[in-house]
């Protein structure tokens, strides 16, 4: 580890990522929900930021967690702009079986619907596909070129969320909104 890593980590660390943190944070002031940026390692998704009510001392929520990208809204919105053929060549060696929640896909043709059913929504709502009883909504982050480059996803109860957990309503629906997920 030397001046080039160094350099390398402080050149990462600018534009909307140096700013991410205050953003969660609004959120989580005007949502009361957890909120996340993730970004994509082929199958994987890597947790860069976490809000302060999500990454607490003791938590597996920690910069740096790994989950799965087929079974999270964070993950899906890191695949927003996939066609099928480079979808299902990206989950073709992926073992579906014990891996997450309830509503999680179990194979590469369930997850690709689950995509299909999000576009028309305009966003991203995993509902408990990673973790039981939560609801997480996500939309893709893109860079000035249109890019994806990071997931902004929030995540909270069926209770927290709403009723209609799939859809942004009440008083979310702005802070949704603002950041790309768009109420019915």
């Known amino acids: 580890m030397g001046r080039g890593f160094f350099g390398l980590a402080g050149s990462l660390n600018n534009g909307w990522i140096r700013d ?9 002031a005007d949502t009361g929900l957890r909120s ?17 009510n999500d990454s607490r001392t003791g938590s597996f929520v920690q910069p740096g967690m790994v ?8 993950g899906r919105a890191l695949l927003w702009d996939h066609k099928q053929r480079a ?39 995993a509902v408990e596909e990673f973790e039981h009883g939560i609801v997480e909504l996500a939309v893709p982050v893109r860079d000035a070129q249109g890019s ?29 909104s603002q950041a790309g997920i768009r109420p019915r």
């Open 148 to 176: 994806i480059v990071a997931s902004l996803s929030v995540l909270g109860s069926r209770a927290e969320v709403g009723p209609d957990a799939g859809e942004a309503r009440g008083p979310h629906s702005r802070s949704c």
């Open 87 to 125: 979808f299902e060549a990206l989950l073709s060696d992926v073992n579906f079986i014990g891996v997450g929640g309830p509503g999680a896909a179990h194979s590469t043709e369930e997850a690709w619907e689950l995509m299909a059913r999000d576009k028309k929504q305009g966003f991203v709502a």
């Open 20 to 28: 991410a943190g205050a953003e969660l944070e609004a959120l989580v």
């Open 36 to 52: 996340r940026v993730s970004v994509r390692d082929s199958f994987r998704v890597i947790l860069l930021l976490a809000s302060s």
């Open 67 to 74: 989950t799965p990208v087929w079974c999270t809204g964070s």
